[in-house]
C-alpha cells in the first residue's frame, strides 16, 4: 500500500481560511439537497458516564470519507480537548486510502462555518450584531467565520471570563453578560447542552438563534418553550429530532416534521428561508458527515497545490 498523507491539527488549520469554509460548507449544503453526495446516519457508541463516541460516512466530489470522533465533556477538567478523533479518507473509484485527517479542526471550522452559512440564509437582512454564547474552540471559530461573513460587532460571553475576553480581543469585540449576548441580531450558542442558556423570555423580534452545543440526545440549550416560539430550521431531520436542539420539543409533541425546514432545502431554493424581518428563527445544528467531507476535500486540494505539507505513514 503507498504512503498515505496525515494532515494534523495546525496544518488543517493553516489549510482552510473562514471565508472558505463558509463557501465549502455552503456547497455541502446543495450537494447533499441535491442527490449528489450521500450520508447515512451518524452512529453514537456510548461510553457512559464519560462521553460517546460517533462514527460518520459520506460520499461525494470523487472520495468517501469516515468520521471517528468523541465527545468527553469531562475532559475539560484533565486538560484534554472535548472533541478528538480521524477522518479516513479514502477514493470512491477504487477504495484506495487517500488520507488520514485530524477531526477535531475539522469539527470546528464546519461548526463555524455552518453558523455563518444559516445567519446569512436565516438572519435578518440587515443583521450585524452577534452574541456569542460559548467562547470554547468551537465557539471560538463560530465567531471568527462570523466575523469574515462581515457580521459584528459582536458580544463574548463564557463562564469563563478569560476564554470571553481572549476572543473579544482577538476580534475586536467586547465582553458582556448572557443578557447582553442574547440582545444582539445574531445568538449563536455553542454550549455543553446540559442546560438551557436560551428562554422563552429571552426572545425578541428579528433573532436569529444559531444552535450549536446540542449535538446528542439529552442535549438542550434552550428551553423547550422557546424552541416552539420560534420558526425552524435545521442541518438535517433526522439527526436534529432524535439528538439535537429540537429533540425535547419533538418528543413533547409541540414541533412536527412540517414545522422544520432543512437548510439544504433553502440554499437549494426549494423552500423559503425567512419571510419576515420580525421573524425569530432558530437553526438546529448537529453536525453532518457532508460538512466534513466538504472540507477535507479543501485540504487535499490545498495539498495537491502546495499549500501545506504533510506528513505521511505507511500501513
Not at 224 to 230: I, P, Y
Request: net charge negative.
Amino acid at each position: 500500500m503507498p504512503e498515505i498523507p496525515v494532515f494534523n491539527h495546525e496544518t488543517v488549520l493553516s489549510a482552510i481560511s473562514a471565508s472558505e469554509a463558509i463557501e465549502r460548507i455552503r456547497h455541502a449544503f446543495v450537494e447533499y439537497a441535491s442527490g449528489e453526495w450521500t450520508m447515512p446516519p451518524k452512529v453514537y457508541l456510548d461510553a457512559y458516564p464519560a462521553g460517546d463516541f460517533r462514527a460518520m460516512p459520506a460520499k461525494g466530489g470523487g472520495v468517501a470519507i469516515l468520521k471517528w470522533v468523541t465527545s468527553f465533556p469531562g475532559n475539560a477538567a484533565a486538560g484534554l480537548p472535548v472533541v478528538m478523533g480521524v477522518i479516513c479518507v479514502s477514493s470512491a473509484e477504487d477504495g484506495r486510502p487517500l488520507a488520514l485527517v485530524d477531526a477535531r479542526a475539522i469539527t470546528a471550522l464546519r461548526t463555524g462555518a455552518v453558523a455563518a452559512v444559516a445567519a446569512q440564509e436565516l438572519g435578518p437582512e440587515d443583521a450585524r450584531t452577534v452574541g456569542i454564547v460559548g467562547c470554547g474552540f468551537n465557539g471560538a471559530w463560530a465567531a471568527r467565520c462570523l466575523a469574515a461573513a462581515e457580521f459584528g460587532p459582536g458580544m463574548c460571553f463564557d463562564l469563563d471570563a478569560e476564554a470571553a475576553g481572549s476572543l473579544a480581543g482577538e476580534l475586536g469585540w467586547e465582553v458582556g453578560s448572557l443578557e447582553d449576548a442574547l440582545t444582539c441580531d445574531v445568538v449563536t450558542c455553542v454550549t455543553p447542552g446540559d442546560q438551557p442558556v436560551v428562554r422563552e423570555a429571552s426572545l425578541h423580534a428579528r433573532m436569529h438563534l444559531n444552535m450549536l452545543g446540542a449535538d446528542g440526545p439529552g442535549k438542550a440549550e434552550a428551553e423547550v418553550g422557546a424552541v416552539r416560539a420560534c420558526r425552524l430550521f435545521c442541518d438535517e431531520w433526522r439527526q436534529a429530532s432524535h439528538g439535537g436542539e429540537l429533540t425535547g420539543a419533538v418528543e413533547a409533541g409541540l414541533v412536527t416534521r412540517d414545522q422544520v425546514t432543512d437548510l439544504g432545502a433553502v440554499l437549494t431554493g426549494a423552500a423559503p428561508g425567512r419571510q419576515a424581518p420580525d421573524e425569530i428563527t432558530l437553526f438546529d445544528s448537529t453536525g453532518l458527515a457532508i460538512q466534513d467531507l466538504a472540507l477535507c476535500l479543501a485540504v487535499l486540494a490545498a495539498h495537491r497545490a502546495g499549500t501545506v505539507k504533510a506528513q505521511a505513514v505507511r500501513i
